[in-house]
């Protein structure tokens, strides 16, 4: 790891930690479906001790196949927008809330390179959604990065939005 990206590693450190005070302070669980990070917001959020206490657990949803029969995305759905959309990222936020009956629940998906994109849908492409009983939303962002930088962007993207859901909502 160089120094860049261990710099962005301590920040992403840090935004969990604080995401986990949060989260622990106002007894809130949280679960995510993840799928371009491959289990990363799982792995950073779990790199904090006592992480127990409000991480409930995610599914990495990388294939269609798990997007539809796990988390119960509709296959129209994959069908007709497909699995790099906004409607995607809601299904999957509100299948894994229910799944492992978590209080909040935010998705991840999109194209993180350095293939697969196309002129609709470039290269960086990622669509988030938190869901929680008070409110919900989504984003969208395209990164500029290679493969790596763009799944650290798009973790500490989802731990962002789960810090601006508690500071809003609890």
Wanted: proline fraction near 5%; charged fraction near 20%; glycine fraction near 10%.
């Amino acid at each position: 790891m160089n120094h860049q990206e261990a710099t962005l590693w301590d920040a992403l450190l840090a935004l969990s930690r604080e995401v986990g005070d949060m989260l622990r302070n106002r007894g809130i669980t949280l679960a995510t479906a993840e799928s371009c990070t491959g289990g990363l917001v799982g792995h950073v959020v779990t790199e904090i001790p006592g992480s127990s206490d409000y991480f409930v657990g995610g599914v990495i949803s990388y294939s269609n196949e798990v997007k539809h029969r796990v988390l119960n995305v509709p296959q129209e759905i994959l069908n007709t927008v497909g699995a790099v959309s906004p409607e995607c990222a809601r299904a999957m936020a509100h299948g894994v809330r229910r799944l492992l009956a978590a209080d909040i629940a935010v998705s991840i998906t999109g194209i993180a390179g350095p293939s697969g994109g196309t002129p609709e849908k470039p290269v960086g492409l990622t669509y988030f959604h938190i869901v929680g009983p008070d409110a919900e939303w989504g984003e969208h962002h395209v990164w500029p990065g290679d493969r790596h930088e763009n799944k650290l962007a798009s973790a500490r993207n989802a731990l962002e939005m789960v810090r601006a859901y508690l500071s809003r909502h609890t």
